[in-house]
């Protein structure tokens, strides 16, 4: 009911709407995406190097300081201490690996906060294949230590200077990209967004973090079902990986943080399924912000990673159906919650990950709660807006 079913739909979302010139590429994709990663010799090298090269499994740490704050159980998913600093390297580490066996040779990529974009160009560099990441030109601006690490890994970086210069946009020149070259090519989208097979596969591919936490809190706490999991939303890949082993298990809350930026009625947000209608964009049937006529609103948050006008099929059906819980958070907020954790627990949260610490505050939990949080992505990447923060 919650996974995506053999026409690449989730309920009434996702799909592959996508220029003709695609069609094979991607047809190509969803043809055989299955059959490669179930093929022993895969799953033998994906675990490996998740293993030994990524450093998994990442710990479940239980946060004291914070637990007591909150009156609950309160656990840290640590995606922070993945190889690059977040979780996208789960999924690009099983892309690569697909791409290699599709016989591309081209990487392709977008990018918001830059960290997709930086496990993009490590995997690439791993494999020895071409990689070229697109980045808008805000986003390069305010995240410019990944930019310089995409560089040292031997990435090219293109950004993009059109619409907002955001993660939009990014994803945009991307696809031309892609249109332009579809025979060499193999676009690594970096979230469960895009036409089928890309949200699936993405989803699964990142389900390694709830998997995880079944084990570890079966060993922590003697069952292997918490009351909530917590985790932030832009497209949403760390959300689909901390919530998809729990998706059948109704007993455990899925809460879904989008970024509220400075307000949902400031005009200047990105909580999608509270001001999105539902559309087309980027290849698949979502929640869309956008005008009564179609055209994309600039969205707009503090986090590069989470200023995106949609939101993946898998989270809208999830939304739709009631299934998980979507909150939002300020960029205020958000960085409370960054300043709370660092000083509670000695960890410093990419801003991502602080819009899923910010929920904390706006539930009442019981004492008994188990509650994970999905910390996404360390905040090396975010120390100018903090510090800008700290002078302010």
Same mark, same amino acid.
């Given at each position: 009911m919650w996974t995506v079913d053999e026409n690449g739909y989730y309920g009434q979302f996702g799909g592959a709407y996508i220029p003709e010139m695609l069609y094979s590429n991607v047809e190509n994709l969803r043809n055989n995406y299955l059959k490669i990663i179930n093929e022993?010799?895969?799953?033998?090298?994906?675990?490996?190097?998740?293993?030994?090269?990524?450093?998994?499994?990442?710990?479940?740490?239980?946060?004291?300081?914070?637990?007591?704050?909150?009156?609950?159980?309160?656990? !840290?998913?640590?995606?922070?201490?993945?190889?690059?600093?977040?979780?996208?390297? &789960?999924?690009?580490?099983?892309?690569?690996?697909?791409? +290699?066996? !599709?016989?591309?040779?081209?990487?392709?990529?977008e990018t918001g906060a830059g960290q997709h974009g930086v496990a993009t160009a490590t995997v690439c560099a791993l494999k020895n294949l071409e990689c070229i990441v697109y980045m808008g030109e805000k986003d390069i601006a305010r995240q410019a230590p990944n930019v310089a690490r995409m560089k040292m890994l031997g990435a090219k970086v293109i950004p993009a200077i059109s619409g907002?210069?955001?993660?939009?946009?990014?994803?945009?020149?991307?696809?031309?990209?892609?249109?332009?070259?579809?025979?060499?090519?193999?676009?690594?989208?970096?979230?469960?967004?895009?036409p089928h097979p890309y949200p699936d596969m993405v989803a699964r591919f990142q389900s390694v973090i709830s998997s995880e936490?079944?084990?570890?809190?079966?060993?922590?706490?003697? &069952?292997?079902?918490?009351?909530?999991?917590?985790?932030?939303?832009?497209?949403?890949?760390?959300?689909?990986?901390?919530?998809?082993?729990?998706?059948?298990?109704?007993?455990?809350?899925?809460?879904?943080? +989008?970024?509220?930026?400075?307000?949902?009625?400031?005009?200047?947000?990105?909580?999608?399924?509270? !001001?999105?209608s539902v559309g087309i964009l980027h290849g698949s049937k979502s929640y869309v912000m956008q005008t009564d006529d179609g055209q994309v609103v600039e969205p707009h948050s503090i986090s590069a990673g989470l200023d995106y006008p949609g939101i993946g099929p898998?989270?809208?059906?999830?939304?739709?159906?009631?299934?998980?819980?979507?909150? &939002?958070?300020?960029?205020?907020?958000?960085?409370?919650a960054a300043f709370e954790l660092a000083k509670l627990e000695g960890i410093i949260p990419a801003l991502e990950s602080a819009h899923a610490l910010a929920a904390l505050r706006k539930i009442k939990f019981e004492e008994s709660d188990v509650v994970v949080v999905n910390l996404s992505g360390r905040g090396d990447k975010d120390m100018d807006t903090y510090m800008k923060k700290l002078i302010s």
């Open positions: 022993e010799s895969f799953k033998n090298e994906f675990d490996s190097l998740l293993k030994d090269y990524v450093g998994r499994p990442t710990p479940l740490y239980p946060a004291g300081r914070l637990s007591e704050k909150y009156g609950a159980q309160i656990f !840290l998913k640590r995606e922070d201490l993945c190889h690059t600093g977040a979780h996208k390297v &789960n999924n690009t580490i099983g892309q690569i690996l697909l791409a +290699e066996r !599709l016989g591309k040779k081209r990487i392709i990529a907002s210069k955001t993660l939009k946009d990014a994803t945009n020149e991307a696809i031309r990209d892609w249109i332009n070259n579809p025979e060499d090519t193999y676009y690594l989208i970096g979230s469960v967004v895009g936490m079944r084990n570890q809190l079966k060993e922590k706490t003697g &069952n292997e079902l918490p009351q909530y999991v917590i985790a932030c939303v832009g497209g949403g890949s760390n959300a689909a990986g901390a919530f998809y082993h729990f998706l059948e298990d109704e007993s455990v809350k899925l809460i879904a943080v +989008e970024a509220a930026g400075l307000g949902i009625d400031s005009g200047m947000s990105a909580a999608t399924t509270q !001001l999105g898998m989270h809208a059906n999830l939304f739709a159906s009631k299934r998980a819980g979507f909150m &939002n958070a300020t960029d205020e907020e958000s960085l409370s």
